[in-house]
């Protein structure tokens, strides 16, 4: 959605949520590369037009893991873990 250079922001805007929507009407499973976990406006905003995260982390687990459940309360999850 941001293309070769970073657009801080893209992710709270309408434009955005509407791109993902639009995606839906032709594909069955759409793949974003989401924010860090410590982002949290980007990852509720994030929460709004997904239906599951996959968390990856390195072998030894990450803080962030915990915080999934949280900012992503309604989501069906998985986590890699080893990577």
Known sequence: AEGVMRSPGLILSR???DGIHSLRAYYD???LDGPDMWNE???RALS???DAVVLVAPA???PDLARASELF???RYSTIVGV
């Open 60 to 62: 030894q687990g990450a």
């Open 73 to 75: 309360p309604d989501k």
């Open 48 to 50: 709004n037009v997904v």
């Open 41 to 43: 406006v980007e990852c």
């Open 29 to 31: 499973l759409v793949v």
């Open 15 to 17: 434009q955005f949520e």
